[in-house]
């Protein structure tokens, strides 16, 4: 792949030719799906049980044993689930406040929203572009009720200064870890840090259950209340109703949610769950080369990954400025997708969105550095399914257009 970056810089530029054929369109996030989740999802449509049961339960032991088993895993629908049971589960009440990141997912704004919080943000740090723990420390106040970092693109937010801030306010922190499955930050697993942590198993994801989520609780209390109100409430979960020790009645004990995990995800998260080092280092590997390939490039790469972090190499994102590399980022996406391969964003600040601007007064001038990466930010494909060709075809692709 060496030999093929330097005839890139040197050669292609000069010339355009179709990087890929249009029938050979590479899409992004497109997962890597072995015979084992298909043989497994095989075996539970042909068993007498869909919903929430054994296999669920397996794959949420086997999930906190690779987070080391300190915390209480509760498997849910999707990561946005996950959040809005901790928010909820944290004991929020009207107009507490939660100060996490412009630079994230809408869900993570959203979850506060809907558990009834007031989410306010704190900016970026230029470097990492996670949130900055001193911007953190100044929106603090009495009607802090918790921290919310997000390890975006798989770069851990530094957590010893954050969980500092928390303790030093009394205040709870949930762990938006949606890119952050495999993690580490100084030798701590990433949703090992807060009160909660909250995981993503959406299609695109490092671990895919097509749709699904994880949260693991600090304490065992708190995971118990989840797992009610992830099934409306109920006091005895489905499987248990239906299961061969007889029917169980229920009680609903309070006004819960329809959020639970089902076994034909969970059978496909078992499988991604056992080959999770090995795609991890396939996609280091990728990430590697990216970044090796594009340092003559006009454009910035991820930061350096600080020692004793492991990241989780979940987004791959350089930053196209129209100043430098005379094409704006949108233009750049476009061509990206005329060369058929498949590019993210990741993501425009949330102020730049309509409903946080209209409902929560919000500019996006009032988070420069969130508004920067987001608007300059694209995605390149990082899938463990990637091969050496389609690797170079994305090279081949920003090569031609940068030149
Ligand atoms: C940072 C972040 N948080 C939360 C979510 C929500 O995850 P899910 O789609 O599993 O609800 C995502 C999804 O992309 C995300 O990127």
Known sequence: MRQFAFYCTKTLRKTFNPVRKKDNFLVFGSPKIE???????????????????????????????????????????????????SLVASGVTRGDEFITTPLTFCSTLNAIIHAGGVPVLADIDPVTYNIDP???????????????????????????????????HNLKIIEDCAHAIESEHQGKKAGTFGDFSCFSFYATKNLTTAEGGMILAKSEE??????????????????????????????VKECGFKYNMTDLQAAIGIHQLRRIEENWERRKEIWD??????SS??????????????????????????????????????????????????????????????????????YPLAKTVGRQTVSLPLSAKLSDKDIEDVIKAVSQILA
């Open 35 to 85: 015979n084992n989740e298909i043989q497994e999802v095989v075996d539970t449509l042909k068993s007498t049980w869909l919903g929430t049961g054994p296999k669920v339960n397996l794959f949420e032991k086997e999930f906190n044993q690779y987070k080391d088993g300190e915390y209480y895993p509760v498997a849910v629908s999707s990561c946005t689930a996950a959040l809005h049971l």
């Open 134 to 168: 001193a911007e953190i420390e100044k929106k603090v106040n009495e009607k802090t009720k918790a921290i919310v970092p997000v390890h975006l693109n798989g770069r851990c937010c530094e957590m010893e200064k954050i969980k500092m801030i928390a303790e030093n």
């Open 222 to 251: 708190d995971a118990k209340r989840l797992k009610t109100l992830a099934l409306h409430g109920m006091s005895n979960d489905a499987w248990k109703r239906y299961s061969d020790e007889g029917y169980k009645h229920y009680l």
């Open 289 to 294: 080369f990216y970044r090796n390939s594009f």
């Open 297 to 366: 490039f006009p454009v910035r790469t991820p930061a350096e990954v600080p020692n004793g972090d492991k990241h989780g190499y979940h987004i791959f994102n350089i930053l196209v400025d129209d100043k430098v590399c005379g094409i704006n980022r949108d233009q750049f996406l476009n061509e990206m997708t005329r060369h058929n391969i498949g590019v993210g964003v990741h993501y425009l600040s949330i102020p730049e969105h309509p409903f946080y601007q209209n409902h929560l007064d919000w500019n996006a001038d009032d």
